[in-house]
């Protein structure tokens, strides 16, 4: 039992060996430096790892050819492709109109004969 007292007389006060005011700012001080160290740390990585993605964004989309079509050919692709769709829409769309007016032209001279 006297060696649980003597471990844990560091915790009172009035003991020889007892935490005063100079341990307990000196021990906070250490946890500061250490979580400033932690924060600085983490920032400067952060930063770093941010400059590397937007390095390689920058790098995977370039333009494959950057002296054909001014230099757009993906974002030209793109609206190559956008065109394309709508005229492809735009001709379906006429060619069901087609397609239902023939089949009234037909249906009429059938029921004519």
């Known amino acids: 039992m006297s060696t649980i007292l ?12 007892s935490l005063d005011v100079g341990d307990v700012s000196a021990i906070f001080m250490f946890f500061l430096a ?6 600085a740390l983490s ?6 790892l941010r400059k590397m993605i ?7 989309t370039k333009p494959i050819q950057p002296n054909a ?11 190559r492709v956008d065109a394309i769709e709508k005229v492809l ?5 006429k060619s069901d109109e087609n397609r239902d007016i023939l ?9 004519d004969k």
């Open 69 to 79: 079509n001014g230099g757009k050919s993906l974002p030209d692709v793109a609206n």
């Open 89 to 93: 829409n735009e001709l379906k769309e």
């Open 43 to 48: 920032r400067w990585w952060i930063k770093t």
């Open 6 to 17: 003597w471990a844990a007389s560091w915790w009172e006060p009035g003991q020889a060996n």
């Open 103 to 111: 089949l009234t032209l037909s249906l009429r001279e059938i029921k």
């Open 34 to 39: 250490v979580l400033g160290s932690v924060v």
């Open 54 to 60: 937007r390095e390689q964004v920058e790098e995977f």
